[in-house]
């Protein structure tokens, strides 16, 4: 299984986002530059966070994004879901209908089994927990930000 742009970016966009929380609103033209992103896939990925209530935009002078709760209260399950959709591997684990097979197949049960997992893990984690690993792994990166 491999993640898209789409999840790898919206989670350190996000992360960049909670690493700033409480210190007012980011500019998305900066999460661009410090992420190495580009500003307009960006601007795609936040217009769904933000739908999502994930993620506030605030106007005007000192205007950019914040986050719509605070990291401890955001699951990576939210974020994954607004930004991927299900974890499941293959399509019939959410839609059974879709096989003729579905009813007796032991690889369904299997990928059935690698979602639950997975779902479980990120239902546990939240943003502050990413933002607790990384200044357990790296504290001198974690306390410079390039915003």
Known sequence: MQLSTRARYGFRAMMELAGHYGEGAVPLKEVAKCQDIS???LEQ???RLRAAGLVKGVRGT???????????DITLAEVFRVLEGSTALVECVDRPEVCSQSARC???????ELRDA??????????QDLL?????????AATQYQI
Do not use: M, N
Request: aromatic share 10%; hydrophobic share 40%; with cysteine.
């Open 45 to 47: 990925l936040f217009a």
């Open 118 to 127: 997975s779902d479980a893990i990120l239902e546990q984690r939240t943003l």
């Open 106 to 112: 032991v690889t369904r049960d299997l990928w059935c």
């Open 132 to 140: 607790d690993a990384r200044q357990v792994k790296d504290p001198v």
């Open 62 to 72: 000192g205007g950019g994004y914040i986050l719509g709760r605070a990291p401890a």
């Open 39 to 41: 500003l307009k896939y």
